[in-house]
């Protein structure tokens, strides 16, 4: 039996990622899912972007979603920032973290942000500098780490690469986004055994997977055994609207977290709370969400004998 960690941490996307991927719903709303959700224990929640409203109407409002929510000592609330105005303003509104994102392929990165990987590299640098000027730590992500939906396969020292610049840059720690999930264990593996060689410690590795075609579980259990203890998930498997073809939320926050305290990895999370959590999130988008532990119930849940 390989060695797992004692313990990880999971960051609940559902907010930012999973949101963006849905019809727009009111602040009032994002904030009562933050709300619930800083009350199971979870202690990295991705609240909010401060990107442009005509590209991403979903995450419009995010000021006052941040003075709304009812912060919990302990949860650090983290919000995605593109370029310098997103900066200000994550940093006006008392983001606790933030992330910064560049594609590991240059199509991806044109079409998310209209800038080349480099130009995007040299930005994070300056948004690094201003987050540390406030304090505040910065997370670098590199996206489309296990394949680009225009390109295809990328490069796994392409992928290290950008990551090693991040962290150079500023960055405080590095994520992989296996942004429309493309991503495998064997490829898991591969990204992190070239990571090691260039000498980025997985301690400092973060892993975000999207469940679109089956494989979000499979890859944490591959970064579990490889020493990782930093994984996204978003609750109910938030993300991915249901007219956007193909497109799938990540991996089931209280799916992960099942599967994780059975494995005695601790969580500190509440998985009952969890569940309220998605049910909850289903209600507010208004159809079904893809978790599977918010429909069975958690494996010690005892039915009627038949
Ligand atoms: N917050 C709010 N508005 C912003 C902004 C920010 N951080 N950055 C730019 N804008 C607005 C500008 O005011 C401008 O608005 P206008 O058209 O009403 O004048 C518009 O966005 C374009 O601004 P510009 O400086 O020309 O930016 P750009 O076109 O070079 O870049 C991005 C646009 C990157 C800012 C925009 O595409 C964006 O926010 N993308 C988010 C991508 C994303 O979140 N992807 C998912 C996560 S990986
Ligand atoms: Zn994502």
Redesign the pocket.
């Known amino acids: 039996m390989s060695s797992f960690p004692e313990s990880v941490e999971i960051c609940e996307v559902g907010p930012r990622?999973g949101l963006?991927n849905e019809d727009p719903i009111a602040v009032e709303q994002r904030v009562q899912l933050i709300d619930a959700l800083s009350a199971t224990g979870l202690r990295q929640i991705e609240a909010v972007?401060?990107?442009?409203?005509?590209?991403?109407p979903p995450?419009a409002g995010a000021e006052e979603v941040m003075a709304r929510i009812t912060r919990v000592p302990g949860v650090t609330y983290r919000a995605?920032?593109?370029?310098e105005?997103?900066a200000e303003?994550a940093i006006a509104a008392a983001a606790d973290e933030l992330e910064v994102?560049v594609s590991a392929s240059e199509t991806h990165n044109r079409r998310?942000?209209?800038?080349s990987v480099d130009e995007s590299i040299d930005g994070a640098k300056v948004l690094a500098g201003m987050a540390h000027d406030a304090g505040l730590p910065v997370d670098g992500?590199v996206?489309t780490a296990f394949g680009c939906p225009y390109e295809g396969d990328v490069e796994v020292a392409a992928v290290a690469a950008v990551a090693a610049r991040l962290l150079e840059g500023g960055a405080d720690s590095v994520s992989f986004g296996d942004t429309t999930g493309m991503a495998t264990p064997r490829r898991v593996d591969a990204l992190l055994d070239e990571l090691d060689r260039i000498g980025v410690p997985s301690a400092c590795v973060g892993l975000h997977f999207h469940n679109t075609r089956g494989t979000g579980l499979a890859n944490v259990l591959m970064g579990l055994t490889r020493g990782v203890r930093r994984f996204d998930a978003s609750i109910g498997g938030l993300g991915g609207c249901p007219y956007a073809p193909g497109a799938t939320g990540n991996v089931v926050t209280e799916d992960l977290v099942h599967m994780l305290e059975d494995m005695e990895i601790a969580t500190g999370i509440d998985l009952d709370a969890l569940i309220e959590c998605a049910h909850l999130a289903q209600h507010l988008v208004g159809r079904d969400l893809p978790g599977q532990v918010m429909r069975s119930g958690p494996r010690t849940r005892r039915g009627e004998a038949t």
């Open positions: 990622d963006q972007s401060f990107v442009s409203p005509t590209a991403i995450m995605l920032v593109p370029n105005r997103g303003r994102v998310n942000v209209r800038r992500i996206s």
